[in-house]
C-alpha cells in the first residue's frame, strides 16, 4: 500500500548555513544591473583580464589589479578638482578589498544567502541564494559613468525582495554599513529566512507559516483555527508525557484544554485580513501541522492505514532526513487521535481552509 504523499514548500538548512551582504557599490550604483543580470560584483575593473579560472589568480597579481584600478580612479577625482586621498601602490585598503573578494567568490557556499541593500526606504532590498560552488564565476557587462566593462561575481536566484521600512531596525543597521561585502550575524539570520523561504528548518527550529486571504477575519474564523491549532498543540504535549490513554472523546474538546504556556510552540500573529499565522518550534511539530492541514480533504482512516510520505527541499549540505521526521510525527498525531477524533480534526481544518481561508503551503500528490 503506498503511502499518502505531502509536499511541503519548506527548506531544510544546513547548520553552517551563512548569510551575507553585499553592496551593490558605492551610492548603489550597480543595484539595477545586480538585479537584472541575478549576478553579485564588487566594484572591481580589471578582474577579466585574469586567469579565466580565479582558482589560478595570485593574491600578487589581484591586488595589483585591484591597486592600479583605485589609483586610476585618484587621478581622475583629482582631475575633476578633488582633493587627494590615497597614494600609488598596493596599501591596506586594497587587502581589505582582495579579502572581501575572495570571501565573495571562493568563501560563500552553493545555497548561501546574499543580502543586497538598496538606497531609500521605498524601494526593494534582495535577497539571493547562490547557484553555484565557490569559484564558479560570472563576468557581466556594467556601466559606471563614462567607463563600461565587465566585472566578475557570483549567480545568484532571487528568492525575495522587500520594501526596506519593513526590515527591522537591526537589520537596517547592518545594511547600511559601509563595508561591502560581510558575514551577517546569527541573529538576523530568521528575519531573511522568513523573507527568502517563509517555511524552513535551522538548527532544529522549525517554521511554518498560515496565510488567511479572507478580507473581514471574523471571531468566528479565529476561533475555528484557534481550536484546530490548539487541538494539535494538546496532542503534542500528552504525546511527550506519555499519557494518552485518557485523552478528550472529542477533538474539538482537546482544542479547549489548558496547556502550559513554557512547551507551547511560539505563534506569530499579523492578521490585518488578510494576514498570517507563523508557528515556531523545537522540533518538526510546526511543520507537521503543515501536512495535517493539507491532509484535511483525506478520509481519515486512509491517513491512520496508510501512513504518509512528506517531501522538503533541502538547500546544499542540508540533513535530508527532516522530512522523516515530520512523517512520524504526523503519522503518531493520526494513529494517537484514532478514527473519530482525527476525522474531526479534519472537518475543523477543512472549515478553517473553506470558511476562513487558510492555506499553508503544502499539498497532496
Same mark, same amino acid.
Given at each position: 500500500?503506498?503511502?499518502?504523499?505531502?509536499a511541503?514548500?519548506a527548506?531544510v538548512?544546513?547548520?553552517d548555513?551563512?548569510?551575507?551582504?553585499?553592496s551593490?557599490?558605492?551610492?548603489?550604483?550597480?543595484y539595477q544591473?545586480?538585479?537584472?543580470?541575478?549576478?553579485?560584483f564588487?566594484?572591481?575593473?580589471?578582474l577579466?583580464?585574469?586567469?579565466?579560472?580565479?582558482r589560478?589568480w595570485s593574491?600578487?597579481?589581484?591586488?595589483?589589479i585591484?591597486?592600479?584600478d583605485?589609483w586610476?580612479?585618484e587621478?581622475q577625482?583629482?582631475?575633476?578638482?578633488?582633493?587627494e586621498?590615497?597614494?600609488?601602490g598596493?596599501?591596506?585598503t586594497?587587502r581589505?578589498i582582495?579579502?572581501?573578494?575572495?570571501?565573495?567568490?571562493?568563501?560563500?557556499?552553493?545555497?548561501d544567502l546574499?543580502?543586497?541593500?538598496?538606497?531609500?526606504?521605498?524601494?526593494?532590498?534582495l535577497v539571493?541564494?547562490?547557484?553555484?560552488?565557490?569559484?564558479?564565476?560570472k563576468?557581466?557587462e556594467?556601466?559606471?559613468?563614462?567607463?563600461?566593462?565587465l566585472?566578475?561575481?557570483?549567480?545568484v536566484?532571487w528568492?525575495a525582495?522587500?520594501?526596506?521600512r519593513?526590515?527591522s531596525?537591526?537589520?537596517?543597521?547592518?545594511?547600511?554599513?559601509q563595508?561591502?561585502?560581510?558575514?551577517l550575524?546569527?541573529?538576523?539570520?530568521?528575519?531573511?529566512?522568513?523573507? =527568502?523561504?517563509k517555511?524552513?528548518?535551522?538548527? &532544529?527550529?522549525y517554521? /511554518?507559516?498560515f496565510?488567511? %486571504?479572507?478580507q473581514h *477575519?471574523?471571531?468566528?474564523?479565529?476561533?475555528?483555527l484557534?481550536?484546530?491549532l490548539n487541538?494539535?498543540e494538546?496532542?503534542?504535549y500528552?504525546?511527550?508525557?506519555?499519557?494518552?490513554a485518557?485523552?478528550?472523546?472529542?477533538?474539538?474538546?482537546?482544542?479547549?484544554?489548558k496547556?502550559?504556556?513554557?512547551i =507551547?510552540?511560539?505563534?506569530?500573529?499579523?492578521? &490585518?485580513?488578510p494576514? /498570517?499565522?507563523?508557528?515556531? %518550534?523545537s522540533?518538526? *511539530?510546526?511543520m507537521?501541522l503543515m501536512?495535517?492541514?493539507?491532509?484535511?480533504g483525506?478520509?481519515a482512516q486512509?491517513?491512520i492505514?496508510?501512513?504518509?510520505e512528506?517531501?522538503?527541499k533541502?538547500?546544499g549540505?542540508?540533513?535530508s532526513t527532516c522530512?522523516?521526521?515530520?512523517?512520524?510525527?504526523v503519522?503518531?498525531?493520526?494513529?494517537t487521535?484514532?478514527?473519530?477524533r482525527?476525522?474531526k480534526?479534519?472537518?475543523?481544518?477543512?472549515?478553517?481552509?473553506?470558511?476562513a481561508?487558510?492555506?499553508?503551503?503544502?499539498?497532496?500528490?
Open positions: 500500500m503506498s503511502k499518502i504523499v505531502v511541503l514548500n527548506y538548512l544546513p547548520d548555513h551563512k548569510i551575507f551582504k553585499c551593490p557599490g558605492k551610492t548603489y550604483r550597480f544591473e545586480v538585479k537584472r543580470t541575478s549576478t553579485v564588487l566594484d572591481i575593473r580589471g577579466n583580464d585574469l586567469h579565466s579560472d580565479p589560478e593574491d600578487k597579481e589581484v591586488l595589483e585591484i591597486a592600479d583605485r586610476n580612479r587621478l577625482s583629482r582631475a575633476r578638482g578633488n582633493k586621498v590615497g597614494t600609488e598596493v596599501g591596506r586594497d581589505t582582495l579579502g572581501f573578494l575572495k570571501a565573495l567568490l571562493g568563501e560563500a557556499k552553493k545555497g546574499i543580502v543586497v541593500p538598496v538606497e531609500g526606504y521605498n524601494k526593494d532590498v539571493g541564494e547562490l547557484l553555484d560552488h565557490p569559484w564558479d564565476v563576468s557581466i556594467a556601466q559606471d559613468g563614462d567607463y563600461t566593462g566585472y566578475v561575481g557570483r549567480r536566484k528568492m525582495g522587500i520594501p526596506k519593513f526590515l531596525g537591526d537589520l537596517i543597521t547592518a545594511l547600511h554599513t563595508t561591502a561585502f560581510f558575514q550575524g546569527v541573529s538576523l539570520h530568521e528575519e531573511i529566512y522568513r523573507l =527568502a523561504y517555511n524552513f528548518v535551522y538548527r &532544529n527550529n517554521i /511554518a507559516e496565510f488567511t %486571504s479572507k *477575519f471574523t471571531s468566528e474564523d479565529s476561533a475555528v484557534s481550536a484546530w487541538g494539535f494538546y496532542l503534542r500528552r504525546i511527550s508525557t506519555g499519557d494518552v485518557g485523552l478528550p472523546q472529542s477533538f474539538v474538546e482537546m482544542g479547549l484544554e496547556l502550559p504556556d513554557n =507551547a510552540a511560539d505563534l506569530s500573529i499579523n492578521i &490585518n485580513s494576514g /498570517a499565522f507563523v508557528l515556531k %518550534s522540533g518538526a *511539530f510546526a507537521s501536512a495535517m492541514l493539507a491532509l484535511s483525506c478520509d486512509e491517513v492505514d496508510e501512513g504518509v512528506i517531501e522538503l533541502t538547500v549540505t542540508a540533513d522530512s522523516i521526521e515530520v512523517a512520524k510525527e503519522e503518531n498525531y493520526a494513529k487521535l484514532s478514527y473519530k482525527l476525522e480534526a479534519c472537518e475543523l481544518g477543512l472549515r478553517a481552509q473553506e470558511d481561508k487558510v492555506t499553508a503551503q503544502a499539498r497532496l500528490k
